[in-house]
């Protein structure tokens, strides 16, 4: 009978619990082909961006480093969370979209997958809704934002982070102008789980109620996984360059609005030629929750590389339409073949 694995709810680093993504990922893409969730007690500040958000864009890196808030990388793409003291950072791995949702596809895979944790934060004392693309509402605010990532072969990687001592919401002070213009929260105030959760219910707690609710709202076993995964920790190390993760000599970034917030693209300099796999021409990035392999396959001109099929339904999307993607990749190229591009 399927089954889902899980690890305990355990205190990790901060950046040890975005390197759990990736390595439970790859369990789950595994032979065994079964789903992976497990809890990760935190602590900030930070502000963890997505995987594809340029730094400069979301938040003034000198005013976060007065402030000794780190900021990092995650592996799942959407828009920034911060944590600002103590908080909960849940990663669900599936081998494929309907791992636990029979009926979900690739385009329904966050709508569907997202019912679990809505349970469980439900069962812990703090009625969820989710009413689509990236933050969770308990009690009737914003107080969890979700990450997602997809592979060609179409495992998926959900993350989603809250904090106990303070709200999801980048700081005004900490916040880039570009970010601040962006109404996230659709005129809510976010809200801290202290803010929404009963007072005597511990965060270890918490974290486990929403591991069961996931396993029940599947109506899965939940076994032991056993040893956490061997982690890949360097790659998630404080960020200190304005421009990351946009690679070096590119254009200045071209931005275009969304409805889940911005989108960007820069033309790229010649770039080293890998055996099969056209070059990049642009790199596309931004507040948009989609895989990171659908953003490489556009930046290479749609292009198909090792089986990567930019079709509207093979990869998730939500805040930002392929059309929007490819029109602002023919727009940076445009700016970066122009004079001093």
């Known amino acids: 009978m399927p089954a889902m694995h899980s690890l305990p709810p355990v205190h990790r680093p901060l950046e040890d619990a975005l390197a759990l993504g990736p390595a439970l990922l790859a369990r789950a893409r595994s032979a065994e082909a079964a789903p992976w969730l497990a809890a990760s007690?935190?602590?900030?500040?930070?502000?963890?961006?997505?995987?594809?958000?340029?730094?400069?864009?979301?938040?003034?890196?000198?005013?976060?480093?007065?402030?000794?808030?780190?900021?990092?990388?995650?592996?799942?793409?959407g828009t920034a969370a911060f944590l600002g003291g103590r908080g909960v950072v849940w990663t669900l791995a599936l081998p494929h979209a309907a791992a636990l949702a029979p009926d979900a596809t690739a385009r329904t895979v966050l709508n569907r997958n997202v019912r679990g944790f809505l349970k469980?934060?439900?069962?812990?004392?703090?009625?969820?809704?989710?009413?689509?693309?990236?933050?969770?509402?308990?009690?009737?605010?914003?107080?969890?934002?979700?990450?997602?990532?997809?592979?060609?072969?179409?495992?998926?990687?959900?993350e989603v982070f809250a904090g106990l001592d303070a709200a999801?919401?980048?700081?005004?002070?900490?916040?880039?102008?570009?970010?601040?213009?962006i109404d996230r929260w659709l005129g809510k105030a976010p809200a801290a789980l202290s803010d929404v959760l009963p007072a005597r219910l511990s965060l270890e707690a918490?974290?486990?109620?929403?591991?069961?609710?996931?396993?029940?709202?599947?109506?899965?076993?939940?076994?032991?996984?056993?040893?956490a995964p061997e982690l890949a920790a360097e790659r998630f190390q404080p960020i200190t360059a304005p421009d990351d993760p946009v690679p070096p000599g590119?254009?200045?970034?071209?931005?275009a609005r969304v409805p889940i917030g911005w989108i960007e693209a820069a033309a790229l300099a010649d770039v080293?030629?890998?055996?099969?796999?056209?070059?990049?021409?642009?790199?596309?990035?931004?507040?948009?929750l989609t895989a990171r392999w659908?953003?490489?396959?556009?930046?290479?001109?749609?292009?198909?590389?090792?089986g990567e099929d930019v079709d509207a339904e093979a990869s998730p999307l939500?805040?930002?339409?392929?059309?929007?993607?490819?029109?602002?990749?023919?727009r940076a190229l445009a700016l970066g073949r122009g004079p001093g591009g």
């Open 41 to 77: 007690l935190v602590e900030g500040p930070a502000v963890v961006l997505g995987a594809a958000q340029r730094a400069a864009r979301v938040v003034d890196l000198a005013a976060c480093a007065a402030r000794g808030a780190k900021v990092l990388r995650r592996a799942t793409t």
């Open 120 to 158: 469980g934060f439900s069962r812990a004392g703090a009625p969820a809704h989710y009413f689509g693309r990236e933050w969770i509402s308990l009690q009737h605010r914003p107080a969890a934002l979700l990450g997602l990532d997809a592979t060609p072969d179409g495992a998926v990687l959900i």
């Open 168 to 181: 999801p919401a980048i700081p005004p002070e900490l916040a880039a102008p570009d970010e601040r213009v």
């Open 206 to 227: 918490l974290a486990r109620a929403v591991v069961e609710g996931v396993a029940l709202r599947a109506a899965l076993p939940r076994i032991d996984g056993g040893e």
């Open 250 to 255: 590119a254009s200045a970034a071209a931005l």
């Open 272 to 288: 080293p030629r890998v055996p099969h796999v056209p070059p990049a021409r642009a790199w596309l990035g931004g507040d948009v």
């Open 294 to 306: 659908l953003l490489d396959a556009l930046g290479r001109g749609d292009a198909p590389a090792r």
């Open 318 to 330: 939500e805040g930002a339409t392929l059309a929007d993607l490819r029109a602002l990749a023919r």
